[in-house]
């Protein structure tokens, strides 16, 4: 999709379910589930949306998804479907590997930095070899010291390879990682949680990565049971949706299984609203875009 004179795609890497009560924490399931159904296991389905972002200079990959370094055991935990590994996707859109100039990971759990390294006779490598991998320091220290609460969300498989390789990129705070393209840290599900503002020719736009994963959660006191500072997740929510409110920003949901992007706006009583693109906006240039129109 033309934004700018950017080129965005949105590239639907695998579904997966989670807990509906984790998904959705305080928020009590008469009033989630209405809007994302939970099946016999009360598990809620959702999706690995990544963003590519292509500049015209340079290729950014906003997350890697849950990758394919899964046993048959956890993938029915999760019920795991990979849709497309990396490789594929990007032939979609006529581009190789090695022609991934920055992967943005927004913190290291396993659904986001996943896809960041592949096993390759026996040996893990970074599966964007020219990238450099940007990583929040305090994300980078932290998932190397989570306590027990917290450790279950992160494979060291997933981004130590990217250390070794020379690939990663620790950066502290917001930071412009290409001419118009920024991460900024918000904390709240982690945190060194980053998210990622795009703008183009005046054009802004906001990948929300886990501080707001699905459309489901666009009201700020909806925020999961996995955030480690829920409160900060509900703040951070309410000055991000006023502004792309406010500014018209394109907002994308790294979790959502519907149409993942869209604008928001303000409804009755100030509640926020999200009015997603066509599902056209999901379709590569090439006309391919299988991955994307739906989860199966
Ligand atoms: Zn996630």
């Known amino acids: 999709m033309k934004f700018g004179q950017f080129d ?9 379910r989670l807990d509906g009560g984790a998904m ?11 809007g994302s159904p939970a099946d016999e296991y009360n ?8 963003l590519l972002i292509d500049t015209g200079d340079v290729r950014v990959l906003v997350e890697t998804g849950m990758g394919d370094r899964w046993s048959e055991v956890e993938r029915q935990r999760y ?10 996707i990007l032939k979609d859109v006529g581009l190789g590997l090695e022609q991934i100039d920055f992967v943005i990971i927004s913190h290291l759990h396993f659904d986001h930095a996943g896809g960041a390294t592949r096993m390759v006779d026996g040996q893990l490598v970074p599966n964007f070899p020219l990238a450099k991998y ?57 945190s060194h949680h980053q998210v990622v503002c795009f703008e183009s020719n005046g054009e802004k736009g906001v990948y929300f990565a886990d501080i707001m994963p699905t459309k489901s959660h666009l009201s700020p006191p909806w925020v999961m049971g996995y955030d480690h500072f829920p409160l900060a997740s509900c703040d951070v929510k309410s000055e991000y949706l006023a502004r792309a409110a406010s500014e018209n920003w394109l907002v994308v949901f790294d979790h959502e299984p519907g149409i993942p992007w ?10 926020f609203n999200f009015e997603p693109l066509g599902e056209d906006s999901l379709t590569f240039p090439s006309g391919k875009g299988k991955a994307l129109a739906q989860v199966v």
């Open 8 to 16: 965005l795609s949105i590239i639907r890497e695998s579904s997966f």
């Open 24 to 34: 959705f924490g305080v928020v009590p399931k008469t009033m989630w589930a209405k």
């Open 43 to 50: 598990r809620v389905l959702l999706s690995c949306n990544l």
């Open 79 to 88: 019920d795991l479907k990979t849709l497309s590994g990396p490789a594929e």
């Open 134 to 190: 940007i990583v929040q320091r305090g994300e980078w220290d932290f998932a190397f010291k989570a306590n027990a609460r917290a450790r279950a969300s992160y494979r060291p498989d997933d981004f130590v390879p990217l250390d070794e390789s020379g690939q990663l990129q620790l950066v502290d705070g917001d930071c412009e990682i290409t001419p118009g393209v920024w991460v900024r840290l918000t904390g709240g599900h982690t």
């Open 262 to 271: 869209g604008h928001v706006r303000v409804g009755e009583k100030g509640r």
